[in-house]
């Protein structure tokens, strides 16, 4: 703003009211004895914004209350003129109607428009109006004077503020992260205001500064590497404000098995999911990758929502165009990068995006939340075609306390899967492999219309077809049979069906030709019997342990993974799941643990079955 400006009429619009910058100016003595003119327009759309709860309004409106305390001081006159809208003021912002009755306001007021909105400057100049555009500029203050950066220091990942709480932060490096109490005193609501606004004037200003989301009580501000996520009612139950910052930049030589990861993705482009849970490292793992990649002559590109990577100014950061991913992936099929990091990855259409992207022959890196590393990989069942996967997802790699804990290859290949000796069973499998040893951990494969997901360390020579098998019928048999069941597979083409005595009648049909349809469907004999026939598992020498806290119940090794009944005297007390040790922990005071520990200590009979 040039002091040496003469003019002492400005028609504000609204961009200028938001980011702050005129109460500045006043204090500065930039604008002496000047009227301001507010259109009533302006004020209307910052209502509505407010209304619906973007922070933008609440920093407009209260940068309209400091110029009222600056009017009534005597340092300007400010005025409001011009019609209000009859229409809703945010649907005539997005038609340009609304900077069109601003426009007209100066017109009318033989005053010069103040604005930041580069559109609105480009159309005052084309009609002749005379106008000053105040472009994005670094805040005088700095962001190290931004009331929210005392509350950091060097080992501040993020920071926590609620009204009415102390302010919290986690401070250390990921993995060895504690959150502390910053102060004694809770924070005020008209403290936690204080900061919103500048935070949100500061955003607007600065040229590393946007704002990505504000509706409904939902702010997000991206600012320089700050990421501030502001909440009000009636998003949430009270005013809150979170602010991250990445603590550490590593390159990819400081990961393990870095130079196998570098020699995988030079042969080819990639699909590679990056999983682990919240504040594990994932971003920053994601950062040397992509500063590898940029050095190493591959294009690329990021879609981020919000874009809070800290990257190289040689890679372009999209984010959602409209609002809407998808978008934004016809625009990179367009520009055709070598790799694409997603980040982060959380609906389906994400999910969908990245399969189609990648299908499109772009090397794509994904960013999801996942606590093990083949949960990333189970995200993608039923929203990308089971056959499809390997072709989308090729590698995985797992970040925990910051370092890479997991690296699994993705393959497809048709065979029998791992403890089903049957070769009629073969089918598609998709194998899931360590990525140093080749050694094979997991299947995924269809088994009926289910999808399993199998540890292979955990396939025994106990035929875990059959333990498949029973999960399958079970699925088949709950949309047919009302009440309890028990299944027992007795061999590969047999098994046997418990039910309540009333239940046979109508399984079997008139002359058996309901359950010969139900074996047709389900392609195994089934013999229907009742729960009187089924066989009891007597153990009256269970071994019972009681402690303070527990009764656990150690079973039968035969019986792990099943569910059962435990019945004392001949009555039901418990029905649950066996653990993988074989046993049953009750926690003393619970119904079923005292049943069990008095029929123990009395020598009564306590017996177990398999349940349904």
């Known amino acids: 703003m040039s002091e040496t400006n003469k003019a002492e009429r400005y028609v504000l619009d609204t961009s200028v009211i938001v980011d702050g910058r005129i109460t500045e100016g006043i204090r500065q003595n930039r604008f002496p004895n000047a009227v301001f003119i ?41 005025v409001f003129k011009g019609d209000r809208p009859r229409f809703d003021p945010l649907r005539l912002e997005e038609t340009g109607e609304l900077h069109a009755m601003v426009r007209a306001v100066a017109e009318e007021e033989n005053a010069v428009l ?86 949100v004037e500061v955003a607007k200003g600065h040229p590393e500064g946007f704002i990505e989301m504000d509706a409904g009580g939902s702010t997000v501000v991206q600012l320089k590497n700050l990421r501030i996520a502001i909440a009000r009612p009636p998003f949430s139950d009270a005013l809150e404000i979170t602010v991250v910052r990445p603590v550490v930049h590593k390159k990819l030589d400081e990961y393990r098995y870095a130079d196998l990861l570098k020699e995988r993705l030079r042969e080819r482009s990639r699909g590679v999911l990056v999983s682990g849970a919240p504040g594990a490292g994932k971003s920053t793992f994601v950062q040397g990758i992509a500063e590898y990649l940029q050095e190493s002559g591959w294009i690329l590109k990021t879609m981020e929502k919000p874009r809070d990577l800290e990257l190289s100014e040689d890679i372009t950061q999209y984010t959602a165009l409209n609002g809407e991913m998808k978008k934004t992936a016809d625009v990179l099929l ?7 990091i997603f980040d982060e990855m959380r609906v389906d259409e994400d999910f969908e995006v990245f399969a189609d992207m990648r299908l499109a ?131 590969d083409n047999q098994a046997t069906l418990y039910v309540d005595e009333e239940q046979i009648p109508m399984i079997l049909g008139r002359g058996g030709s309901r359950i010969r349809e139900l074996e047709a469907e389900l392609g195994i004999g089934l013999d229907v019997r009742s729960y009187d026939e089924m066989e009891m598992t007597l153990h009256q ?35 649950g799941s066996v653990s993988r040790t074989g046993s049953i922990k009750l926690v003393r005071g619970s119904e079923p643990a005292e049943r069990i520990y008095e029929a123990h200590k009395s020598g009564g009979m306590i017996r177990v079955r398999r349940a349904g």
């Open 38 to 78: 507010v259109p009533n327009a302006v004020l209307a759309l910052l209502e509505a914004r407010a209304v619906r709860g973007q922070e933008t309004g609440y920093a407009g409106l209260s940068e309209l209350k400091r110029l009222q305390q600056l009017a009534w001081e005597g340092q300007i006159e400010l």
């Open 361 to 491: 022959g772009v090397g794509m890196i994904g960013v999801v939340h996942a606590t093990r590393g083949i949960d990333a990989v189970q995200r993608l069942i039923g929203r990308v075609d089971l056959g499809m996967i390997p072709q989308v997802v090729d590698t995985v790699v797992f970040i925990e306390d910051g370092d890479v804990k997991e690296i699994y290859e993705v393959e497809f290949t048709v065979k029998v899967p791992s403890g089903m000796g049957d070769t009629d069973l073969a089918r598609p499998v998709i194998e899931i492999r360590e990525f140093e040893s080749k050694a094979l951990v997991y299947e995924i494969y269809s088994f009926g219309e289910q999808v399993v997901v199998m540890p292979v360390k955990e396939v025994v020579s106990e035929k875990p077809v059959w333990r498949l098998a029973t999960q399958a019928l079970e699925y088949e048999l709950r949309r047919v049979i009302r009440g309890p069941f028990t299944v027992e597979i007795r061999s």
């Open 114 to 199: 103040l604005t930041s909105s580069r559109s609105q400057a480009l159309v005052s100049e084309a009609q002749g109006l005379p106008m000053q555009f105040l472009g994005a500029t670094t805040d005088s203050r700095g962001l190290e004077q931004l009331s929210i950066m005392q509350f950091f220091d060097d080992q501040t990942m993020s920071v926590h503020l609620r009204a009415k709480t102390r302010p919290r932060a986690k401070r250390g490096a990921p993995g060895r992260m504690k959150v502390i109490a910053l102060r004694d005193e809770p924070m005020t609501e008209k403290e936690l205001e204080r900061i919103a606004r500048e935070i």
């Open 334 to 340: 367009l520009v055709r990068p070598d790799y694409t």
């Open 541 to 575: 020498d269970i071994d019972i342990e009681v402690s303070d806290r527990h009764v656990i119940l150690d079973l039968d090794p035969s019986l792990r993974g099943r569910n059962i009944e435990i019945l004392v005297d001949g009555e039901p007390v418990f029905i």
